[in-house]
T-cell receptor, first 113, second 114 residues
Framework: QQQVKQSPQSLIVQKGGISIINCAYE??????FPWYQQFPGKGPALLIA?????SEKKEGRFTISFNKSAKQFSLHIMDSQPGDSATYFC????????????FGQGTELSVKP | DVKVTQSSRYLVKRTGEKVFLECVQD?????MFWYRQDPGLGLRLIYF???????EKGDIPEGYSVSREKKERFSLILESASTNQTSMYLC?????????????FGAGTRLSVL
């Protein structure tokens, strides 16, 4: 019940295309859903996050879509650029569990020029 | 600027050795975490700590222990390293004071156990 399942494991997109990464969870107590971005040789860093009271959050080219009834959320990267090539992790947490995050398996995104 | 520093980027150890991985944060964060990162498995939580001298087991604590003697420092200990502990280890910290649950990560230590 604590798992977060992420797909696909890897993704290749042409420059200018849309990258879509999906995550699903089981625990209905989760109330915070961040996405982390990790470049080679670096630690993950927060990219964008959403709470379950909204269905979509957009920051620049990055959008989270959230479907509470389906217990799914996804990251859309519009106009994907080679600089977006990185590993992306979705995560989920229950705030009163002390900030503990449950991470998905990760998606390695490669944007081809 | 937020900073989490892991003492080594790369480590090579022998099976059976005792291994110490050190992590220091300069943000006065209460919470610190140790993860291991393996391809296809994502980030798995080993141990975490909410305060000095406090520790909690994560999802995969077997074969590991931790120490938090000072607020800014969180050490991961492999009592007797084994080849299946070859992995990337990531340290993170966070604070209750922030409205958002943001974890700040170090750059990682890539450990090879031969």
């Amino acid at each position: 019940q604590q798992q977060v399942k992420q797909s696909p494991q890897s993704l290749i997109v042409q420059k200018g295309g849309i990258s879509i990464i999906n995550c699903a969870y089981e625990n209905t107590a989760f109330d915070y859903f961040p996405w982390y971005q990790q470049f080679p040789g670096k630690g993950p860093a927060l990219l964008i996050a959403i709470r379950p009271d909204v269905s979509e959050k957009k920051e620049g080219r990055f959008t989270i879509s959230f479907n509470k009834s389906a217990k799914q959320f996804s990251l859309h990267i519009m106009d994907s650029q080679p600089g977006d090539s990185a590993t992306y992790f979705c995560a989920a947490s229950v705030y009163n569990q002390g900030g503990k995050l449950i991470f998905g398996q990760g998606t390695e995104l490669s944007v081809k020029p | 600027d937020v900073k989490v520093t892991q003492s080594s980027r790369y480590l090579v150890k022998r099976t059976g050795e005792k291994v110490f991985l050190e992590c220091v944060q300069d943000m006065d964060h209460e919470n610190m975490f140790w993860y291991r990162q393996d391809p296809g498995l994502g980030l798995r939580l080993i141990y975490f700590s909410y305060d000095v001298k406090m520790k909690e087991k994560g999802d995969i604590p077997e074969g590991y222990s931790v120490s938090r003697e000072k607020k800014e420092r969180f050490s991961l200990i492999l009592e007797s390293a084994s080849t299946n502990q070859t992995s990337m280890y990531l340290c993170a910290s966070s604070s209750w004071r922030e409205k958002k649950n943001i974890q700040y990560f170090g750059a990682g230590t890539r450990l090879s156990v031969l």
